[in-house]
């Protein structure tokens, strides 16, 4: 394998020196897009959802147009789906025939492109993916339907020709249980009642792609806000939740604005809503119109400091436009949609919480790229390139064309870009077409080494004298394969107390640059002064220069880098006034944890500490050891779950003896919506004592069950595992588990099951034997035996 990609690369090289322009892919089958013989126009729904019986019965009908080449055949994607019979507007019955991939449907003559024709396939379905199904068997609070179609889901539910560049306007009627709202995408036609059940019509007028195609439905509620461009954004939450409502959608209305601002094209679609599902497989999914998202992102106002929405909001809400107006012709320019979508969260993330936030996030998305090209060396456009690539390198790369760039032209490109392709497909090439028509900027050298080959740059740097003369000498020394990169550089030289700025275009393997100054004078020297560039540095600095930047430069990520290259063992001084002067809490937590070994000064840092952001005091709890008994104390009223939760751990271990008092002021505090908390807070009181066996067991088994979300449920699973307790409830809650759609819930279930003896395992396997569910048996008897 590696021998193939190696002879590609060489290839590639080869050309790039005997011809101007040249594209270079790995070997990418899933580069090219999916033949297509007929254009669907428009798919309208008519069914009827039987949640109970996790059933879909109804029928589906399609406008087509045969493209350029007559056909006689025509393919729909349909696993799951019995399908009962097909016409048309021309004909009351056509011929199928059906596997387990779908259905070819054998017209009667040739149609010729150009003529219109109206298809129809009445089916039913028991899906087990795309649609899913929760609580409609238990007797939970919290029921729903809700779908997920990307990647290729969708069609377990809708038989269709499900391919993310096929678009079409859609509408869909759905018949579902009275009491229960309803949303899809796009405009709420109608609701009618009949009887128990209520009839929802909603229509799309623009053309979309199916994955993009959604349902949820259950027992929620919702808030309808309008943002400065009379934009309505309906905010869903469950029923009896609204004191959650403000932290889970803190800052929507800004956020939307902003977002639209800076794409300089309007938001393309009707109305946008939000809901939150349970068991969902995701952080969150960009449906047109109506983004749906993992239900661990509900919060209120102390999980807001653990965990919350504001990043996957921006994320999904810049998919509207990214994605879901302009969609990618094949997997090749999935990059444009994650990259986007994470370069407008993380826009945002800087715009909403500060640019400390935007730097932490980015030395994330650079250790990830990194770490991803230690595996291969795919490039973004690889339809295999990997999350890392496909959201986090994507996005720097995007960041860095805008330095290249420049902020006027490269937001005119975006909006040029939107516009051209609205509502059509687009691949790398475009996007860099549209740069060149927008700015007269040949980029194609960007996209050769950012998009179309893999690989990050790294760049040994060394301050040097000769003759008298004082040289910078740059040389990149990334292996072969990657290729050599072009990287204009704006380096920083601070010299006798003032800095000095140069501009570099370094783009051979190694390079001199003289200098003006005497290299002894140089207190220290930044590569990229515009944080922009995704390389590597080996800087060749002194500990006396590294130390001068730690502590002078101004810039968090230069202050970072410097920490990374010092023996902080022997600054203690300099940390602290490090620690006291710099305004970036990036700074702070990273010194934390790197220090956290150092206990003199753990502790000599705790005065400054106490004054500090809760997300400082949580790295100082986390990662030291805490044995001041009076800072912990106030840290257990810390407006974080998280840090009460290691606040409780480290006071119990300091102040042992005074454990039940801890246990009774943190049981006051206890809050019913965060179970993880409440069940980290159980685990501590059962093991001091603080709280019966029967008690604990009773709490931790209702949290094992099937009304919680999985994230809960795979917790309480584990500590019961962890505690070896095996109720009778407990391998109840278990057996559900791991039959769910929820694979993660599905191991932790299969995990429980397995530790039990042997012949509690047969018996429980002999009663599964008898149930009629196939499924339910495969699943369950990999776990039992
Ligand atoms: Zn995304």
Not at 36 to 43: A, C, E, G, Q, T
Not at 125 to 133: D, M, V
Not at 135 to 161: E, M, Y
Not at 745 to 768: A, F, I, M, N, P
Request: net charge negative; hydrophobic share 35%; charged share 30%.
């Amino acid at each position: 394998m590696m021998k193939w990609i190696n002879i590609l690369f060489a290839l590639c090289l080869f050309q790039s020196v005997t011809a101007q322009e040249w594209t270079c892919y790995l070997n990418d089958e899933k580069a090219q897009p999916r033949e297509r013989l007929v254009d669907f126009k428009h798919i309208e729904l008519d069914i009827e959802i039987m949640p109970y019986q996790h059933l879909v019965k109804g029928r589906a009908t399609f406008d087509i147009e045969p493209l350029a080449i007559p056909t006689d055949s025509i393919w729909l994607d349909a696993p799951d789906i019995s399908v009962l019979g097909v016409s048309s507007d021309q004909n009351d019955s056509i011929a199928f025939t059906q596997n387990r991939e779908g259905i070819a449907i054998k017209l009667e003559s040739p149609i010729q492109p150009g003529g219109m024709f109206k298809l129809y396939v009445d089916y039913s379905a028991h899906p087990q993916k795309g649609l899913y199904f929760v609580g409609w068997k238990d007797s939970a609070d919290v029921r729903q339907i809700w779908t997920q179609g990307q990647g290729i889901d969708n069609r377990h539910w809708l038989p269709h020709f499900d391919y993310m560049a096929e678009k079409q306007t859609t509408e869909l009627i759905v018949k579902f249980p009275k009491g229960y709202p309803l949303l899809s995408n796009g405009k709420l036609v109608s609701k009618k009642d009949d009887g128990d059940k209520t009839t929802w019509h909603y229509k799309m007028e623009k053309p979309h792609s199916s994955y993009l195609l959604m349902l949820a439905a259950g027992t929620y509620e919702s808030d309808t806000i309008t943002n400065a461009r009379g934009l309505e954004i309906s905010q869903w939450y469950y029923k009896g939740q609204e004191d959650m409502v403000p932290y889970t959608y803190k800052g929507t209305k800004e956020m939307t604005e902003v977002i639209t601002d800076f794409m300089g094209v309007d938001y393309p679609w009707d109305r946008y809503s939000m809901v939150p599902t349970r068991n969902y497989l995701y952080g969150g999914m960009e449906n047109t119109t109506a983004t749906i998202f993992a239900e661990t992102f509900v919060c209120d106002s102390l999980q807001y400091h653990d965990k919350n929405f504001v990043y996957v909001n921006a994320h999904e809400f810049a998919h509207q436009w990214f994605g879901d107006l302009v969609t990618s012709v094949s997997p090749e320019a999935h990059w444009i949609h994650e990259g986007f979508a994470t370069f407008f969260h993380h826009y945002w993330l800087g715009e909403f919480f500060g640019k400390d936030e935007y730097y932490k996030q980015l030395d994330i998305y650079r250790s990830a790229s990194f770490a991803a090209s230690e595996k291969n060396i795919r490039p973004i456009s690889h339809s295999g390139a990997g999350s890392a690539r496909h959201y986090f390198k994507a996005s720097i790369v995007i960041e860095m064309l805008r330095q290249e760039l420049g902020e006027d032209a490269f937001r005119t490109t975006l909006t040029e870009f939107l516009k051209r392709y609205a509502h059509k497909t687009v691949s790398s090439e475009d996007f860099l077409r549209t740069v060149y028509d927008v700015t007269g900027k040949p980029m194609n050298w960007f996209w050769d080494q950012w998009v179309y080959r893999g690989g990050e740059p790294m760049v040994r740097a060394e301050l040097t004298k000769k003759w008298g003369k004082s040289y910078l000498i740059l040389e990149q020394t990334q292996p072969d394969s990657f290729g050599t990169f072009r990287l204009p550089m704006n380096m920083k030289f601070a010299v006798d107390g003032s800095d000095r700025e140069m501009g570099i275009d370094f783009n051979a393997r190694k390079d001199t640059v003289e200098l003006s100054f005497d290299v002894k004078d140089v207190d220290y020297f930044i590569l990229d002064n515009a944080h922009k560039l995704l390389m590597q540095e080996d800087k060749q600095q002194k500990e006396e220069q590294w130390l001068n930047q730690m502590l002078n430069d101004n810039h968090p990520m230069d202050v970072v880098q410097a920490m990374r290259n010092l023996e902080l063992t022997d600054y203690d001084k300099e940390l602290k006034k490090l620690f006291e002067k710099s305004e970036f809490d990036f700074v702070k937590i990273k010194l934390i944890s790197m220090v956290s070994e150092n206990k003199e000064l753990v502790d000599d840092l705790l005065k400054l500490v106490k004054e500090e952001s809760v997300e400082v005091r949580k790295a100082y709890v986390e990662n030291c050891k805490v044995t001041n008994v009076g800072f912990l104390e106030t840290q257990l009223i810390a407006p974080s779950y998280e840090l009460r939760r290691e606040a409780l751990k480290k006071i119990i271990e300091a102040d042992r003896e005074n454990a039940e008092t801890y246990m009774r002021i943190t049981e006051e505090l206890k809050t019913d919506h965060q179970f993880l908390y409440r069940m980290d807070w159980l685990h501590l009181a059962h093991s001091v004592e603080y709280i019966t066996e029967e008690k604990f067991i009773s709490e931790m088994e209702k949290y094992s069950g099937p009304g919680y979300d999985f994230v809960t449920r795979n917790r309480a699973l584990m500590i019961l595992r962890a505690k070896n307790i095996q109720s009778e409830k407990v391998i109840d809650n278990a057996m559900d588990a791991a039959q769910s759609f929820n694979r993660s819930l599905r191991s932790s279930g299969c995990q429980y099951l397995k530790d039990l003896d042997e012949d509690t395992r047969k018996e429980l396997l002999q009663k599964v034997m008898l149930s009629s569910n196939s499924l339910k048996i495969k699943r369950l008897e990999r776990c039992l035996k």
